[in-house]
């Protein structure tokens, strides 16, 4: 399986501040997606990261929220923009594998989260 | 949209005992996953199922792809304290994830 690594791996911010969190993969892949976990919850998908075009964004989160960049195959980044309380969660990076094909019957795995709490 | 029940809720057990938690889905899936969440970590998967009836096991882990494709259950044999964590069931109909709610582990040794 891909190792993944995600920075930071948690910060304490100011509302109306921005943080931006980096994710870095050690193989090519095809498909990188980011989610949020609130406190006690399961995972919810934002956003899937789309090499060299615009993320594709699910219900409920948009791209001035959550701007996000995919320069190559293996690194993105997901900026949360000017926070609120609201927005404490764990954000989560996860790549489709084994090897990173986009298809159906591939795997998908994460990395170890950013939590972030926003004061 | 897609939405996965996933049961029991949280579950509180002995040491050595058998283990049993399931999801289901009015909708189909193409492939479930089965991952655990350990405190201040990401989700691990733990066992892949892509074909419906498969029954794939990893250690004393067993995870069954229900023959409708709608459902899939995991079974922890001879629980020890280590198995304490959240799991989370997945399906996939396309390109994306659906996860269940999850299920709390706490072995009591």
């Known amino acids: 399986s891909a190792v993944i690594s995600q920075k930071p791996s948690r910060d304490i911010c100011q509302r109306g501040t921005s943080l931006t969190i980096q994710c870095q993969v050690d193989?090519?892949?095809?498909?990188m997606f980011w989610y949020r976990q609130q406190p006690g919850q399961s995972l919810t998908l934002i956003a899937t990261a789309n090499q060299g075009s615009e993320a594709t964004y699910e219900s409920g989160f948009v791209i001035d929220k959550f701007p996000i960049s995919r320069p190559n195959l293996t690194f993105s980044t997901l900026t949360v923009s000017n926070m609120s309380p609201e927005d404490s969660s764990i954000y989560l990076c996860s790549v489709g594998g084994p090897l990173g094909r986009g298809q159906a019957t591939d795997t998908q795995y994460f990395g170890p989260g950013t939590r972030l709490t926003v004061l | 949209g897609q939405q996965l029940n996933q049961s029991p809720q949280s579950m509180f057990i002995q040491e050595g005992e058998d283990v049993s938690m399931n999801c289901t889905s009015s909708s189909i899936f193409n492939t479930w996953l089965w991952y655990k969440q350990d405190p201040g970590e990401g989700p691990v998967l733990l066992i892949a199922?892509?074909?419906?009836?498969e029954l794939t096991s990893n250690g004393r882990l067993t995870a069954q792809f229900g023959i409708t494709r709608k459902d899939s259950f995991l079974n922890i044999s001879a629980s020890i304290p280590s198995d304490v964590g959240i799991y989370f069931c997945a399906g996939r109909g396309g390109n994306k994830l659906v996860f269940g709610a999850g299920t709390i582990l706490r072995v009591k040794s």
């Open positions: 193989s090519q892949v095809t498909m």
């Open positions: 199922l892509y074909k419906a009836g």
